[in-house]
């Protein structure tokens, strides 16, 4: 089609509208999160993870037996499968990124499924609902492997975020912790068309099934400009080792034009409305622990870059700081996104399903024009 306008390349996608949807709303310049019409900052610490996931799926809260039979059918699904239990365990945790660890037990997860290829939106809710009550399990065992420590069996009395706490650090958690553990659970649910999202939907677009969606979804958030930058946050507070670092951290991070993890985002123009729940659980949970200069050193940082360039802390900055003081270790950080994520990434799964149509982009030809073959 001639226009009359010079094609012209949108880098990165900025403000590109790729597809409709009903399930998250993003205000860039005035910093707010909508899942499904809910704020954010009105349900982050006061719903339950599984119910934000049905919130996800289908439009709106459960009832109280929608929730609790919904809760039920997820915790069914916690046990590790025999063949991801043994590939788990001799997986070379102390080498490979623990992204790809997770990435190949969902793989392996769609092949063993003889139903892997049923793309009606029941087959795909019943396969979603196994896959958030089994990854917590597969990401605490990757936790303790890495740690040369036994993975513990799931406790089907404890509900989901004190169950994952529990198979993370084989003790029932406080009250505090399954508090943070839950809230940081609802607060990486769902992103709009962030880049694993988009993979996602891009590969049932193609009429691929669900888990190589998830699959696709995972090997994009494992990127250090995605999800990846939560595990790299917490290497820059490590980095900085105490509160009296932080302004020479800062200087010369701006000289070098380094780009500091935790900082910044494509859509917000302000801090990032995440970030909120996760500063004051990492500040309570970091009191509690006897550590409080982890959460110094982070509030000094982030005020230092806001005055000094005007960055924004997102998501992953204080994120970091929950995720330690919840006892994950440094590395698994970016596997816990998936365990929520995978909420937020089914429910655009299936909306793609309910409505599709390939998505096929074009690019802009900027190589050789038509010469001979053979060359001269
Ligand atoms: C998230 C991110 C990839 C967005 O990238 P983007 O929309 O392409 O934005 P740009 O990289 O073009 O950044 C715009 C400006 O802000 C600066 N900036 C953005 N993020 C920065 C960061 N984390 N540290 C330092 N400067 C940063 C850039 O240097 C650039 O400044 P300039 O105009 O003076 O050159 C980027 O902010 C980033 O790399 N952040 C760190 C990784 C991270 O935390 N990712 C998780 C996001 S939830």
Not at 104 to 132: E, F, I, N, R, Y
Not at 283 to 288: I, N, V
């Amino acid at each position: 089609m001639n226009t009359g306008q010079e094609p012209r390349v949108v880098s990165g996608l900025e403000g590109v509208l790729a597809c409709g949807s009903s399930v998250c709303f993003i205000d860039g310049p005035a910093g707010t999160l909508l899942y499904r019409g809910y704020e954010i900052g009105d349900f982050v610490e006061e719903a339950a993870f599984l119910d934000v996931a049905w919130l996800l799926w289908h439009g709106d809260w459960p009832t109280a037996a929608e929730s609790a039979r919904f809760a039920a059918a997820v915790t069914a699904h916690r046990a590790l499968p025999p063949a991801v239990a043994e590939y788990l365990a001799g997986a070379p945790m102390a080498t490979a990124n623990p992204m790809a660890v997770v990435r190949t037990a969902v793989s392996m997860l769609g092949a063993d499924d003889p139903s892997a290829d049923d793309l009606s939106a029941a087959a795909v809710t019943a396969k979603a609902t196994a896959l958030l009550g089994l990854l917590p399990t597969v990401v605490a065992a990757m936790s303790r492997l890495t740690r040369f420590q036994e993975p513990v069996a799931p406790d089907p009395d404890l509900d989901h975020a004190a169950n994952f706490g529990y198979m993370l650090t084989g003790q029932r958690p406080a009250a505090r912790a399954a508090h943070a553990l839950n809230a940081a659970l609802n607060t990486y649910a769902e992103h709009e068309l962030n880049a694993s999202t988009f993979a996602a939907r891009t590969t049932v677009g193609t009429l691929s099934d669900y888990y190589s969606a998830v699959v696709s979804a995972i090997g994009a958030v494992k990127g250090s400009l995605h999800g990846g930058a939560v595990d790299d946050a917490m290497g820059v507070f490590a980095e900085i080792g105490a509160p009296e670092g932080v302004a020479g951290f800062a200087a010369a991070a701006l000289e070098a034009r380094r780009k500091v993890p935790g900082f910044g985002h494509r859509v917000y123009r302000t801090r990032d409305p995440r970030a909120a729940a996760m500063d004051r659980l990492a500040g309570e949970l970091g009191a509690a622990a006897g550590e409080p200069e982890w959460h110094d050193i982070a509030t000094g940082l982030e005020r230092e870059l806001k005055e000094r360039k005007g960055l924004n802390a997102n998501v992953d900055y204080y994120s970091a700081l929950v995720l330690h003081h919840l006892g994950f270790p440094l590395k698994m950080f970016t596997s816990f996104i998936v365990t929520s994520r995978v909420a937020g990434w089914t429910a655009h799964i299936l909306e793609q399903y309910a409505d599709n149509r390939l998505i096929r982009p074009r690019s802009l030809y900027q190589g050789p024009a038509a010469r001979p073959y053979p060359p001269d």
